[in-house]
Nanobody, 128 residues
Framework: QVELVESGGGSVQAGGSLRLSCAAS????????MGWFRQAPGKEREGVAY???????NYASSVKGRFTISQENAKNTLYLQMNSLKPEDTAMYYC??????????????????????WGQGTQVTVSS
């Protein structure tokens, strides 16, 4: 089992920056694809940024060029650096780990995963 705990959310003005962290514990020796997701009230949950065990990354078009996902494997920590924040970035942000049993990496790791773990979320609010 894997436990994920997000932190770093808060309230900022448009144009500001935040760095979200996701600390993982448990059976982290397995291969995982990890990602940041967000959900605003009344809207469907959407993927924001993804990273696989090999360091490859993908981003939603809405955040490309502004957000950076990274991982520090020695600390089992996932990060999301968010720059040039916009009001439309306001949402609850969640990190998630998807077991990648075949080591496929992106983009197929999420599709083949049979186990996934989610954090409790951290709120990001961007005011205009």
């Amino acid at each position: 089992q894997v436990e994920l705990v997000e932190s770093g959310g808060g309230s900022v003005q448009a144009g500001g920056s935040l760095r979200l962290s996701c600390a993982a514990s448990g059976h982290t020796y397995s291969n995982y694809c990890m990602g940041w997701f967000r959900q605003a009230p009344g809207k469907e949950r959407e993927g924001v940024a993804y990273i696989d065990a090999y360091g490859s990354t993908n981003y939603a078009s809405s955040v490309k060029g502004r957000f950076t996902i990274s991982q520090e494997n020695a600390k089992n920590t996932l990060y999301l650096q968010m720059n040039s924040l916009k009001p439309e970035d306001t949402a609850m942000y969640y990190c998630a780990a998807f077991l990648d049993p075949y080591g496929l990496g992106l983009p197929r790791c999420f599709s083949v995963s049979v186990k996934n773990y989610w954090g409790q979320g951290t709120q990001v609010t961007v005011s205009s």
